[in-house]
């Protein structure tokens, strides 16, 4: 096989063939242990390379061996096979324990985003302590969206690539239960009618809730 | 309302009346009223799209009343939710009032059921999402990840402008410099020379050209350098002359110098 | 594949088949901190497998592949395959600002060439520092000229056809005179005399020292 492959210094020319891009694609995911999007592939191999199809072979191949690739959000990486975590107890390492509110607030932002932090505590009902989006930003689990185009342009938190890559997601979109959460329309924003009590702590009063649904969600 | 028919309400039970009392007492551990009223709204144990507003609403004073009565403090926002209660339970049970603006009470009890399906919804996706498969848990990054290596490739530009701003930043300062020179620390080249032309005369050995340096120059390294530098200069000068040899043992090894007698000239 | 594979339950009692073993094998030399012994696979594997047999199977299958199982001490990891090592590299370029040092520097030798570094100091002020001219040659605005019939035979720089071309010139003649300069208003932003730079003073760059004015080119 090694044979009938281009060397780097023809490949400025020509393309390697296909099993050598496969061969690169898998030396460079293997060799990282952040996920690698398509454009930085195609960046650091030769000029010609096709990274997206060369994925395509090589998630193949990977399909049901002990490593997969997988696809987070627009990056690749590769991972153990979940089904053998029993082995692994040498590796685990300690996730810091998230408090209820914490994680309640993960997945409000994960479902609803982008999501203000008004809207958050419209949610939960309860004020969102700094402390606790402080813990998710720092985990690198959420970050800041686009300011709202509301009166106050409030900034809105959406999760991340590591968030993706914590829960084995490929997107967003394949959030547990998203779509039965959308149908029974538990995902909107309705606007409390008029005299409804505030709940949760407005510290912006001009951060409103309206806007329904992240573009994320719309298909 | 007395206190019996309100607990009457709540539970049938005693170990659900318990567990009514151990919820009071452990107020702090609710994150709001929204959770309380999610909290109660179980003991009626149907479908939350079912759930009676109105009775949440009795529960959840009860609640707040039993609370006083143990003295406990409650948070302001329980309070508003009561009041408001108060407030749906007498719109849900008096006819509407057809001079009353706003929502009706079946409105506003519908949010709320609303409200509460959606905080419901979200803890059981929190649940979900915290039982997946996990990294770091169930599946594992590359354990010995392998150096990328960063190759910067800097470009350096400037502009027409760029060259002119700074010809014209030094000359302009130029029209403006008050004339003064630092002469104190350097030690020229024709100031060696001559120093060097008197002295060569006796140089009839090898000697360490760092002997030659002016008296007094030795100690501030601003001044040695500049001596070094100029007698070093003049020493090839002197060289070129054809007035004395230099030699090197090493690299970095001292030069030395001696006077080119005329004889092997 | 995966359906005829024993679950960890089972393997209790019975080893895996050696498909599952590879598997296992894949996934722990993936994910370790460190090579691993086949007394170690065997420890960490359930009860009955056979770690050697099963890592044989996995170095063949790695063979020519962009990773490979190799064998360190007497432990074994997952290595980049050694003609791939060129793809770990990862390269930036970045389109940076001239140094004012630099600048001044290019300018000065543009107008006065040919000139020698000191003379270059002595318009400046300041000492030029290696790097900076070094710098100009790399860039090949900048190149040697004929020596100074002087003491010491000083080099010169002068500019070169690049450096025209980069600026659009004809000839170096085509630069703006000082006249030309003042009228375009580029001579007019001069420093109020009180916060003059004072000779040889760093504005900028710390690569300058201060040497006062050379005397070498007085006359």
């Given at each position: ?219 | ?155 350096y530009t400037a502009t027409l402008l760029d060259l002119m701003q700074g010809y014209s930043r030094l000359r302009t300062r130029d029209e403006f410099r008050p004339f003064t020179m630092d002469r104190e620390s350097i030690f020229t080249m024709e100031q060696a ?27 501030d390294?601003q001044k040695?350098r500049s001596a070094?530098a100029a007698?070093?200069a ?32």
């Amino acid at each position: 096989m090694a044979e009938d492959i281009d060397t780097p210094a023809e490949s400025l020319f020509e393309a390697p063939v296909i099993a050598e891009q496969e061969r690169m694609v898998e030396a460079i995911l293997f060799a990282s242990a952040e996920p690698v999007t398509v454009k930085e592939l195609n960046a650091r191999m030769p000029h010609g390379c096709d990274a997206a199809e060369a994925l395509a072979h090589l998630r193949k191949r990977y399909e049901g061996r002990g490593v997969r690739v997988v696809k987070v959000g627009d990056a690749w990486a590769v991972r153990t096979a979940p089904d053998l975590g029993f082995l692994m107890q040498k590796e685990m390492s300690e996730t810091r324990k998230l408090s209820r509110a914490a994680v309640e607030t993960l997945a409000i932002i994960a479902y609803h985003q982008p999501v203000t932090r008004a809207e958050i505590e419209e949610i939960r009902g309860v004020s969102v302590s700094r402390g606790t989006v402080d813990q998710l930003l720092e985990m690198e689990w959420i970050r800041f969206g686009r300011r709202r185009m509301t009166p106050g342009r409030p900034v809105t938190f959406v999760v991340t690539q590591d968030f993706l890559d914590h829960f084995g997601l490929e997107s967003a979109r394949d959030l547990p239960g998203l779509k039965e959460l959308r149908a029974a329309g538990l995902l909107e924003n309705r606007p409390p009618p008029g005299s409804m009590p505030k709940l949760g702590e407005t510290d912006d009063d001009d951060e409103e809730t309206q806007i329904g649904q992240s573009e994320l969600f719309e298909d | 309302m007395s206190e019996d028919q309100i607990t009457g309400q709540i539970s049938q039970d005693v170990a659900e009346r318990l567990a009514a009392e151990a919820l009071i007492v452990d107020v702090d551990g609710f994150e709001g009223p929204l959770d309380l009223l999610l909290t109660l709204s179980r003991t009626q144990k149907v479908d939350l799209r079912k759930i009676s507003i109105l009775e949440l609403a009795h529960q959840y004073l009860a609640f707040v009343e039993k609370a006083k009565q143990l003295r406990l403090e409650l948070a302001a926002d329980y309070l508003v939710m009561a009041a408001w209660l108060a407030f749906l339970k007498s719109r849900l049970l008096l006819p509407p009032d057809p001079t009353e603006e706003g929502p009706s009470g079946e409105e506003l009890a519908a949010h709320l059921a609303f409200q509460l399906e959606r905080l419901q919804a979200m803890r059981d996706a929190a649940a979900k999402l915290m039982a997946r498969d996990r990294l770091g848990r169930d599946f594992f990054v590359r354990g010995i990840p392998e150096n990328v290596e960063r190759v910067r490739t800097i470009t350096y530009t400037a502009t027409l402008l760029d060259l002119m701003q700074g010809y014209s930043r030094l000359r302009t300062r130029d029209e403006f410099r008050p004339f003064t020179m630092d002469r104190e620390s350097i030690f020229t080249m024709e100031q060696a020379l001559e120093r060097m032309r008197g002295l060569i005369g006796y140089a009839g050995h090898w000697t360490d050209i760092s002997s030659y340096l002016p008296d007094g120059w030795e100690d501030d390294p601003q001044k040695r350098r500049s001596a070094t530098a100029a007698t070093f200069a003049a020493s090839l000068e002197l060289a070129k002359e054809g007035k004395v040899e230099l030699r090197q043992s090493d690299m970095f090894a001292s030069i030395q110098l001696k006077r080119r007698d005329e004889r092997h000239g």
